[in-house]
């Protein structure tokens, strides 16, 4: 039974469901990304250098990317009304603790508990979609929410900026814990649970290790984070001090250039979903997404002297080409069998957001290493070249991820494992 053969009051609410799940990750986006346009003061009232940063922003990618493959499996088992409800909840908590902590190590358990918390976003969304609508919509679906996400990453680089900069970075994580509070009412009031799984732990572990002994799980998930390397490392923190150093301009500019990233993100998710839906396609069309994301994070990082405008558009066509990592999701829901969808839907995404967590302090201790000793107002300052030389394992990552799509096994959009 799909959305078209329940009532239109189920189907209005399936599609207010979805909808929130969408909105929690546009919201868990904003968190994921704020600290990018917060780095000097944080750097300044902890009195910490760019290895330190990296690892606070990655504290969020430690519980969102660890929480990824429980969650898939509690998802299939459990539902996601409860689930959702209580994560947005506990995500308005995490904020709380990481504004009003005056110890490093009280900001950093706020972010690894924002990021567990909104670890359900995505997969949230996308359960409800496997749930209430049918098989040819999952790829668009997914891809419009995707879209949402980078909607919130957009919010949470330059108009982010703004609010730091009328108030302080604390009061603007004070502002943004309301946001969860309002997504937890609204999931509890829209998504419904249209069924649940049953069994012990013992049978659930057990689908989890038929998800991880399918090859093709793992070359998906690869190529996902081969795509993700230039939205979290580079768009997602240390994009904006990079323009700040080659371009001389200021924060709120970098941040601007940087979130057409983000922008071409969100236009290609939706599209790439619908072209895959409509070719009968999965491998196509993310061979030629990765293809283009690599090329672009290459032109950025090794050709010099580009003037602000081709690094915007570069930075759109990475983001746009990235995207394709949506078409991944399809795929691997379609490798695996039906009732283990989310937990296979949760190990790719775990490693997808894992580009967070190994790329952000990857960035930072390489910068750290190549730092010239040059301080401003108690901040360290890298050149250009220190920075060339932290983002070529982005680009590494993209060429290998293009390696892991090229070994796909195409689906035609159908179930291939019962």
């Known amino acids: 039974m799909n959305i078209a053969e329940v009532g239109k009051p189920a189907r209005t609410l399936a599609y207010f469901g979805w909808l929130t799940g969408a909105l929690f990750f546009f919201y868990a986006w904003v968190v994921r990304v704020a600290p990018s346009v917060m780095i000097e003061e944080l750097m300044r009232d902890f009195a910490v250098g760019a290895a330190a940063i990296g690892n606070l922003s990655a504290f969020y990618f430690y519980g969102y990317a660890g929480m990824q493959v429980p969650i898939g499996m ?35 358990a706020g972010r690894f508990l924002i990021g ?8 949230g969304a996308m ?68 069924h649940r799984g049953s069994g012990g732990v013992g049978q ?33 923190l240390w994009g904006v001090p990079y323009l700040e150093a080659t371009h001389g301009v200021d924060r709120a500019a970098a941040a601007a250039v940087t979130s057409t990233l983000f922008i071409g993100w969100g236009v290609g998710a939706p599209l790439f979903g619908w072209f895959s839906d409509r070719i009968g396609r999965r491998r196509l069309p993310f061979i030629i997404g990765v293809v283009l994301c690599a090329a672009a994070m290459a032109s950025l990082v090794f050709v010099p002297g580009l003037p602000l405008w081709a690094i915007s558009v570069l930075c759109f066509l990475c983001g746009f080409g990235g995207s394709s990592q949506i078409v991944g999701f399809a795929a691997v829901r379609e490798h695996n069998a039906a009732s283990l969808s989310g937990t296979a839907i949760g190990f790719v995404n775990g490693m997808v957001t894992g580009a967070g967590a190994l790329y952000q302090p990857l960035l930072g201790w390489l910068l750290d290493l190549a730092w010239g000793g040059r301080m401003v107002a108690g901040a360290r300052i890298y050149d250009p070249s220190a920075y060339r030389f932290a983002f070529s394992v982005i680009v590494a990552g993209a060429v290998i991820g293009l390696c892991c799509t090229l070994a796909m096994r195409e689906t035609y959009c159908r179930q291939t494992t019962a």
Do not use: K
């Open 127 to 194: 359960a409800v979609a496997g749930q209430w609508f049918p098989a040819r919509r999952f790829a668009l679906l997914s891809g419009l929410a995707m879209m949402a996400g980078m909607a919130g990453g957009v919010f949470g680089q330059a108009p982010l900026r703004l609010i730091v900069e009328r108030y302080d970075w604390r009061t603007a994580m004070m502002i943004i814990a309301t946001g969860g509070l309002v997504i937890a009412a609204a999931a509890w009031t829209s998504v419904r649970d249209r």
């Open 116 to 123: 567990a918390s909104a670890a359900f976003s995505l997969v």
């Open 74 to 108: 509690m998802m299939d088992r459990f539902g996601p009304r409860r689930l959702m409800t209580t994560a947005a909840g506990v995500c308005a908590l995490g904020c709380v603790l990481f504004a009003m902590s005056t110890a490093f190590w009280g900001v950093a």
């Open 204 to 236: 659930v572990f057990g689908g989890l290790g038929r998800v991880l002994r399918n090859p093709q799980t793992w070359l998906i998930a690869l190529a996902g984070l081969g795509t993700t390397g230039p939205l979290l490392g580079f768009a997602g």
